[in-house]
């Protein structure tokens, strides 16, 4: 039946869980690098999408849909941790403070310095910056998941490493 | 991963991702299942009578749509916001299948299908659709008729409404909905199919679009039906009948031939 048309939508909701759960789960854990906090992250990420589906409008879209919904919930929740952490220590900690709670084995010193200067990113840079660099997303990617031109996108990777490697 | 992405510390062990995943997935499945949607299977099919969405769901048919006379994409749109959707092209050939028999003159091959009219959300639309399936291949009603028969006989203009807005075209059959006047009135696929879908059935207009001169009128409840010129026809209210094309098919259909007019 090869003259039969294809319907123009999003695969199946069990369709785009097989074909994602893995990248989504490779980069929540990356982002978190706490098994529990990852795990319901995940959960929550996919219910989220779940309901949300029917919003979806293109098959090509599901990818740097899912990423930013990934994204927003792991930058919420280290944000959110974050504030807790400065409460109830009663000092400075940044956003990503956390990684003293070795999750995926001892993080070396860089690693948390860098997530602390994530943490102070404007929310458009950091949304990019992790996207393209934990989620491996392609600029096109970025630009779809948050809602921008293309070179919006690179430009907010490329401002973003630069305030980084600047403050070091 | 680009090489870059380094400087953010190693991505995880692909081991850890394994066991991750097996821990969530059956947690994530237990709360889904909370919240699922119903499923439902589409597909575009090409029949003889035109390109089609079709949509069934979990407790039958949900939906049949003319690609060509109306917005398809604009249907899919409203099942996604009710239904999981997925393309299924195994649905897809069966249905195709029982269209085709059923263009070839095999009516039950459409009428035995279960189908699901809860989407309709007027009760009085449901129920007219409802009745509608109890019209017998080969025979009309006027729209006044149907209105008449679900006890609202001053409803014609609504069950004009209904017809246009069948979702279920062809299954539930408002093909065989036509005007008062004898006329074969209008169709949501257009006209030509409404004549290609009776011709199906046996039910052939003249040229005018009009009944053929061999018809003869079914009464619904006593199941006898009459020449156009019998007195109890003239005598009952035109409301009451089915019209077939001509009394082979009124036979086929179950009734008998009265007794005052004796139609062939």
């Known amino acids: 039946m090869e003259e039969t048309a294809r319907l123009e939508m999003p695969p199946a909701f069990e369709e785009a869980m097989r074909r994602h759960e893995r990248e989504i789960m490779r980069y929540i854990l990356r982002m978190t690098r706490d098994r529990e906090d990852a795990l319901d992250l995940f959960q929550e990420t996919w219910l989220r999408a779940y309901r949300a589906y029917p919003r979806l409008d293109s098959a090509a879209g599901l990818r740097p849909w899912l990423f930013r919904i990934a994204t ?22 940044e956003a990503g403070g956390r990684a003293d709670r070795a999750g995926t084995g001892g993080s070396p010193d860089g690693v948390i310095d860098l997530r602390a200067k994530i943490g102070k990113l404007p929310n458009k840079q950091r949304q990019a910056l992790v996207m393209r660099k934990l989620g491996g997303l392609d600029y096109g990617e970025i630009a779809a998941a948050l809602g921008c031109s293309e070179e919006a996108a690179r430009a907010g990777v490329y401002l973003a490493m630069k305030k980084i490697k600047g403050a070091e | 991963m680009d090489e870059t992405s380094e400087d953010f510390g190693p991505g995880p062990d692909e081991a850890v991702v394994d066991e991750m995943l097996a821990t969530a997935r059956p947690r994530l499945r237990r709360a889904l299942k909370r919240i699922e949607r119903p499923r439902a299977r589409v597909a575009v099919i090409d029949t003889a009578i035109g390109r089609l969405l079709i949509a069934d769901g979990p407790r039958g048919l949900i939906a049949v749509k003319y690609l060509d006379t109306s917005d398809g994409a604009g249907a899919l749109e409203d099942l996604r916001q009710r239904f999981d959707l997925e393309e299924d092209p195994a649905t897809a050939a069966r249905i195709a299948d029982e269209i085709e028999r059923f263009l070839k003159g095999d009516a039950d091959a459409v009428a035995r299908r279960r189908v699901d009219l809860s989407l309709v959300e007027s009760e009085f639309q449901r129920r007219a659709l409802k009745r509608l399936r109890t019209v017998p291949p080969g025979s009309v009603v006027t729209y006044a008729a149907l209105a008449d028969a679900i006890g609202a006989p001053s409803s014609q203009r609504a069950i004009g409404n209904t017809m246009a807005s069948n979702p279920l075209p062809i299954y539930v059959p408002c093909h065989r909905v036509i005007k008062s006047d004898g006329t074969i009135g209008n169709y949501g696929g257009g006209i030509a199919r409404k004549l290609k879908l009776l011709g199906a059935e046996g039910f052939r207009a003249d040229r005018g679009n009009r009944l053929p001169g061999t018809a003869v009128y079914g009464h619904w409840a006593s199941r006898i039906f009459c020449r ?37």
């Open chain 1, 72 to 93: 927003n919930l792991c930058l919420n929740h280290t944000r959110d941790h974050a504030r807790r952490a400065r409460v109830i220590s009663g000092e400075e900690f």
């Open chain 2, 228 to 264: 156009p010129a019998c007195t109890s026809v003239r005598r009952a209210s035109r409301k009451r009948w089915l019209i077939f094309g001509d009394s082979a098919h009124a036979r086929g259909a179950g009734l008998r031939a009265c007794k005052i007019c004796h139609p062939a």
